[in-house]
T-cell receptor
């Protein structure tokens, strides 16, 4: 069975640009969460979506937004990119609504903002 | 306030030595879950264990073992007879069942880099 997939693998953008990252959860999983991992730190929670609705939001500015589609895949959008947005963006899927079960992580998208 | 503290930044051991990773957490919830994840150089987080707050039994899985002590708010992880393939960053994480405004939120510690040399 396929695990969590993310695209693209790597991305280079310049300050002020917009970026869209994509995630496909494990088949049957309805919960998708997004995390940002800055080099040398632990992942930080950005969003959780369940059944196409936002169920959880971390402490990130409004430049960050996301959505979930009917097939449970998800997009993370970041507007007006800053140098500090350079990070590994991880997507995780889970079978539970509350996300308290094991979360399976994808390989991540490495975003570099120049 | 940091809810998960991993005080050890890096631990270096020689192959076959045991290594223990410390994790201290903070929560007011009575129902919560603790996790350990491994992040090899490839970057993908690999799930190792999930433990709920009502189950204080220690667990062993092969060379891995976990010691959960609610009295000290700790959930430590030991690798016995370490191998070079164990080299990775290990993260401890907390999920609070009462955090209904942030479902799915795993709160990670800063991670401990384990370096195993032959």
């Amino acid at each position: 069975d396929a695990g969590v997939t993310q695209s693209p693998t790597h991305l280079i953008k310049t300050r002020g640009q917009h970026v869209t990252l994509r995630c496909s959860p494990i088949s049957g999983h309805k919960s998708v969460s997004w995390y940002q991992q800055v080099l040398g730190q632990g992942p930080q929670f950005i969003f959780q979506y369940y059944e196409k609705e936002e169920r959880g939001r971390g402490n990130f500015p409004d430049r960050f937004s996301a959505r979930q589609f009917p097939n449970y895949s998800s997009e993370l959008n970041v507007n007006a990119l800053l140098l500090g947005d350079s990070a590994l963006y991880l997507c995780a899927s889970s079978s539970s609504r509350e996300g308290l079960d094991e979360q399976f992580f994808g390989p991540g998208t490495r975003l570099t903002v120049l | 306030a940091q809810k998960v503290t991993q005080a050890q930044t890096e631990i270096s051991v020689v192959e076959k030595e045991d290594v223990t990773l410390d994790c201290v957490y903070e929560t007011r919830d009575t129902t919560y879950y603790l996790f350990w994840y491994k992040q090899p150089p490839s970057g993908e987080l690999v799930f190792l264990i999930r433990r709920n707050s009502f189950d204080e039994q220690n667990e062993i899985s092969g060379r891995y073992s976990w010691n959960f002590q609610k009295s000290t708010s700790s959930f430590n992880f030991t690798i016995t007879a370490s191998q070079v393939v164990d080299s990775a960053v290990y993260f401890c994480a907390l999920s609070e069942a009462g955090a209904t405004d942030s479902w799915g939120k795993l709160q990670f510690g800063a991670g401990t880099q384990v370096v195993v040399t032959p």
